[in-house]
């Protein structure tokens, strides 16, 4: 199945609604961008968004053993426990939000039994990219498929609205890698403090990023010019091929994507380096304080609904502008024109 492009014809068709609407146009500001998008991704004038999931893809990093994160690399297994009996902050947005929460296991280096956890573990942990490649081709595609298929689960299950989570120590010194490859950015631009890191962490974080470039780069040649996939392989996580995967399945669903913050987005990069079409498909729920998150959203030409200074992940800036993109389905849908409301346009 192919991901169908979003119509610019259903833009323009959408937008000329919206102008007709009782209010002077352009008065709900980018709340009316979202409708317009939202409506053309339905192609329908009258969109309409239900229940919402989030896939919180989760594994290990090799590279945590290079001191890049705050916290112990334990820590993944414990939350993957914390996500499945409702403890999470992700937990609380979700009910709050209207959303289900679904765990993905791809890559947890300790065993987890816990329920509801959907296993499908490729290899315990990534590779440590300064030293070796974070996973093979092969595991990279398993990865990704295991994505695809935790979507369409969600999607069965009634979600109309579909963001991806993460969690994974060590998770930002790959994004960091994987965004400067593929942005063609020097590692001190796109790498930040992750989960609070002092300046001897955030040191070694900066050279783990840059050496796992260099390594990359002997390997590849011209890392921008790199197979996505390839470029996973060398320098990504498993939970980010993942999240690649989840926006892949998502996009040829024909329903509303919705980025997180920066481990995620490298996602998302990665998913439309690989399939173009899944950009018309993207909202970007928050902008988080991570200074690659920035650059991010930027190529990818997504200007963020919230920005709340938040880095926490796990989906939960995306699952916090849910209600903000049902506001603007519903503006979009349920508002009465001038004329079916008997209200005088502008003037001259």
């Known amino acids: 199945m192919g991901i169908r492009a979003v119509s610019q014809e259903w833009i323009k068709r959408a937008q000329a609604h919206h102008d007709q609407l009782t209010k002077p146009q352009g008065s709900l500001g980018f709340l009316e961008t979202l409708g317009v998008r939202l409506a053309a991704i339905q192609q329908t004038l009258k969109p309409s968004l239900g229940p919402g999931a989030v896939v919180v893809c989760v594994a290990d990093h090799g590279v945590a053993a290079e001191g890049v994160s705050a916290y112990p690399a334990r820590v993944t297994a414990q939350m993957v426990q914390n996500f499945a009996r409702g403890g999470a902050a992700i937990n609380q947005m979700a009910r709050a939000c209207g959303a289900e929460v679904l765990v993905l296991d791809v890559g947890v280096a300790e065993e987890v039994e816990a329920p ?54 060590g998770n930002t010194t790959a994004a960091s890698a994987l965004t400067a490859a593929l942005l063609g950015l020097p590692a001190e631009a796109v790498t930040g403090r992750g989960t609070g890191v002092d300046e001897a962490g955030y040191a070694r974080k900066l050279e783990a990023v840059r050496t796992a470039l260099a390594r990359a780069q002997a390997r590849l040649g011209d890392l921008q010019r790199a197979e996505p996939l390839a470029l996973l392989a060398e320098l990504g996580g498993l939970e980010i091929a993942a999240v690649a995967g989840v926006f892949l399945a998502g996009a040829e669903a024909g329903v509303p994507l919705v980025t997180d913050g920066f481990p995620v987005t490298a996602g998302a990069l990665v998913a439309c380096r690989m399939e173009p079409g899944v950009q018309g498909y993207l909202f970007a729920g928050h902008r988080s304080v991570e200074p690659g998150h920035a650059r991010q959203l930027e190529a990818l030409g997504l200007r963020p609904i919230l920005e709340l200074d938040m880095r926490l992940g796990e989906g939960t800036g995306a699952v916090l502008s849910f209600p903000i ?18 209200v005088s346009g502008r003037e001259g």
């Open 116 to 169: 509801g956890v959907l296993r499908r573990r490729v290899r315990p942990g990534s590779g440590n990219i300064v030293r070796e490649p974070a996973m093979t081709r092969t595991e990279a595609q398993a990865a990704l498929e295991a994505g695809r298929e935790a979507a369409r689960m969600a999607l069965q299950a009634g979600a109309t609205l579909l963001a991806a989570g993460d969690m994974g120590i």
């Open 325 to 342: 993109l049902r506001a603007a389905a519903q503006v979009m849908a349920g508002m009465a024109t001038f004329a079916e409301a008997g």
